[in-house]
């Protein structure tokens, strides 16, 4: 190999090394940063030349180097309450409810981990709402682990003294009632400084979570996956599932519920946020996933007559021209869905039914909303909660019924809940831009139209021909600009 092969070699070397011993995710741009930032690392530390930059950051010896390089390469963004709805529901849901079970087995334990905690806003909210849950708390054996990568982040948590900033989302009382005012700064009061552990880890590690990471009740892990490869964020929750408790809870940050989706973790709605509890069926993931079979057609009509909706005419079957195979009964009725064939689209689910998967139960669902049948659309979305529980494409049907009844509220919520369940799906996006031109709200409008023409060609195109009704990406991406 030649020098300047050399050269290209090494440095993909200290890239490679980055990306996969922390999870650096190295766009392009971010590695034009690195590149520039090595040339003056490797002058700082007195060396001459990237090949001995390399053997310094994989050295015992690295260790303040490499910390150097985590500190410019992550984002510590945090700040005490961050997402209010996380902390209602771990205030009057889940403590509660894991109190309650314990106390019926003696167990006076809570184990509870801020894994990514940042400078420690999270971790000390944790404690103060741990603390405001349970009037009893010291007679409990409560154990707080936060962590981080960056080590002078932790040093920061550890002190406990913050700045303005740092309470951007919460009142004068918060800081007057748990904290100490020194020089213009805060410091927390020292009664919650000893209720946590801060150690540092690295998320990415490739042998699994040592022993002691195990038996958490509650894992805080927000606003750090969403920075690592989807590889390396699978491989982070497969650990983090492990050390959770059955029937313990994982909380995410806002955009990162979709990467749960291969496990056993049940997404549960309080206070407008989403949190995931671990439910092992013992069943292997797979066949959990499999939809069992039903006939949606068939519970339309049972529930209805005890509620006494009108149930569809059956209309006379049209012949089609093709002969379809019966797995391709769902992607012909969409077709003719999609053409506003919908008598044609509805026969053909209602006779062929055997494979129900949650696109043709919604499509069924959807077809009683154009048919202006809620009633009908409801028993619908019930039987997709049942069988499906909380799937982006649920909560979205549900906001389509609520707006159909001009609860925008709630369609609203819905539409949000989807997003948060995958922020990639374009009709939430574009539905919420349409009730809020309805409401007037010009800016959230325009934000909520921005979203949706930026996801428009990321999402599915199945999807997409579900819930748009034929509309081509071309067509609707001509509309939103329109606007
Ligand atoms: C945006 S902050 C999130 C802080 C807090 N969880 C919150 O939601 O407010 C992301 C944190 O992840 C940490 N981090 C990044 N890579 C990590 C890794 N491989 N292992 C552990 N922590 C990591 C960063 O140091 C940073 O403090």
Redesign the pocket.
């Known amino acids: 190999m030649g020098p300047r092969m050399q050269m290209k070699h090494t440095g993909h070397m200290i890239f490679s090394f980055f990306q996969n011993t922390?999870?650096f995710h190295l766009d392009e741009d971010k590695k034009k940063h690195l590149k520039r930032l090595l040339t003056s690392r490797i002058k700082k530390n007195g060396l001459t030349n990237e090949k001995d930059y390399l053997d310094l950051i994989c050295s015992q010896g690295g260790k303040s180097e490499r910390q150097f390089m985590?500190a410019a390469f992550?984002?510590?963004?945090?700040?005490f309450y961050?997402n209010t709805n996380h902390w209602e529901a771990l205030k009057h849901k889940i403590i509660p409810e894991i109190m309650k079970k314990k106390r019926q087995s003696s167990d006076k334990t809570l184990r509870i981990w801020?894994?990514?905690?940042?400078s420690g806003?999270?971790s000390y909210t944790i404690a103060i709402v741990v603390s405001e849950s349970l009037s009893c708390y010291q007679t409990w054996d409560i154990d707080i682990l936060a962590?981080?990568?960056?080590e002078s982040?932790l040093n920061h948590a550890r002190k406990g003294i913050y700045t303005e900033n740092s309470f951007r989302d919460v009142c004068d009382d918060f800081k007057e009632k748990y904290f100490l005012k020194r020089k213009g700064k805060y410091k927390i009061q020292s009664h919650y400084k000893k209720m946590i552990t801060f150690e540092p880890?690295?998320?990415?590690n490739q042998n699994g979570f040592p022993k002691h990471y195990s038996n958490f009740d509650i894992i805080?892990c927000?606003?750090?996956l969403m920075?690592f490869s989807p590889e390396i964020a699978k491989n982070i929750m497969c650990n983090l599932y492990h050390t959770l408790n059955d029937d313990g809870y994982l909380l995410l940050?806002h955009t990162e519920g979709p990467i749960t989706k291969d496990f056993q973790l049940k997404p549960l709605s309080f206070y407008n946020s989403i949190v995931y509890q671990k439910k092992c069926t013992g069943e292997n993931i797979q066949s959990q996933l499999e939809p069992p079979k039903r006939n949606p057609l068939h519970q339309v009509k049972k529930n209805n007559e005890n509620h006494h909706t009108k149930i569809e005419n059956k209309q006379p079957r049209k012949q089609l021209s093709t002969p379809v195979r019966p797995k391709n009964y769902y992607a012909a009725a969409l077709d003719l869905y999609s053409v506003g064939r919908i008598d044609d689209a509805q026969q053909m689910l209602n006779k062929h039914n055997e494979n129900q998967t949650l696109s043709s139960l919604l499509l069924v669902g959807l077809i009683y909303i154009h048919k202006k049948n809620i009633n009908a659309a409801q028993v619908i979305f019930k039987e997709a909660q049942l069988i499906y529980d909380l799937t982006a494409e649920t909560q979205m049907f549900g906001a389509m019924i609520h707006e159909e009844m001009n609860n925008l509220q709630e369609a609203i919520n819905g539409c949000r809940r989807a997003i948060f369940l995958d922020p990639n799906f374009f009709f939430p996006h574009f539905r919420l831009g349409e009730i809020y031109r309805q409401l007037g709200d010009q800016e959230k409008m325009k934000k909520s139209f921005k979203n949706a023409l930026k996801n428009l060609y990321l999402d599915n195109s199945d999807r997409l021909k579900l819930f748009c009704l034929g509309f081509s990406k071309d067509f609707l991406a001509d509309y939103l600009k329109s606007i």
């Open positions: 922390f999870g985590i992550t984002v510590g963004e945090t700040y961050r801020s894994a990514a905690c940042s806003e999270e962590t981080d990568i960056n982040s880890f690295n998320l990415i805080f927000r606003n750090v920075y940050g």
